[in-house]
């Protein structure tokens, strides 16, 4: 496998915060380009901080971050703490980072470094709303030769939604967003809920993580156990669905997957299904196929994947 070029961009939230650790962990198969925060789970001055605060945590304070849009490029901003916690990474110990905050706007550095690169030779990893790389593809729409591709946590079609009856958080935060992205005529992998809800951190998984005794296994588990509380209650299964690590997962083990390519059109009108994510599953309509929409996945295979890699941090 070729090595990929990749830039994350992400509103951390404890999961995350996790798939950062798992991308930095395999340097064989992803060069990190850089690290950028939107405002998501929680407001982009925590957003940016915990991205900087992961870096410190795996010894990768050399990555530049960039803190990028700090609201939706239509609505207001939701956030998520009744489910992350007031920090977004509640689970870990809290100190002011040392991974510096780059100046660039997070959208201006994207737009440089696609500008720069060769045709086909940048993934982006969005596993936030999508106000960063919607105002990217609407201001600089130059860029999107230069995308290989799209790897998104978002959507849901089976599952419903997990913060309004219709709509999965990520793309109801920032639907206009979404829409021009899934509009985007590049690529796109989509980690919905119908995948990220068959990965769950039970408590033996988080266990065995935990066990590695590495400072990434010990803030994992921490997270991973924070986490848990709010969503086994929520779902009344045992473990919280790890969504955003199934992007980084599927770069490296696109064989755990298995996904369907099909149109995904979002809903920016509706104030009941705002952000909902109509999924042609079964090509009832004419519409293009935009998306491979991920399905189903092996998890104990995704588990012993995420184990093996954050273990490295103690090598
Ligand atoms: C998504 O929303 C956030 O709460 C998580 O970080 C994930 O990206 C799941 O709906
Ligand atoms: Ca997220």
Redesign the pocket.
Known sequence: MSRQRIIIDC?P?Q??AVALFLAMASPAELEILGITAVA??VPLELTQRNVRLMCDIAGHVDIPVFAGCDRPMVRDLLT?EK??GKTGIDGVEIVEPTTPLQEQHAVDFIVETLRAAEDESVTLVP??PLTNIGTVIDRAPDVLPKIRQLVI?GGAMREGG??SPSA???ILVDPHAADIVFGCGRPITSMG?DV?HQVLSTRARVERIRQLGNPVAEATAGMLGFFERHDSKKYGVEGAPL??PCTIAWLLAPQLFEGRFCNLSVETRSELTMGHTAIDFWHVTERPHNVNWICSVDADGFYDLLTERLGRFGD
């Open positions: 509103d939230g999961d995350d998501g789970n998520a489910v992350h596993t936030g946590m997990n913060y999965e958080f990520n809920l990220t969504h955003d």
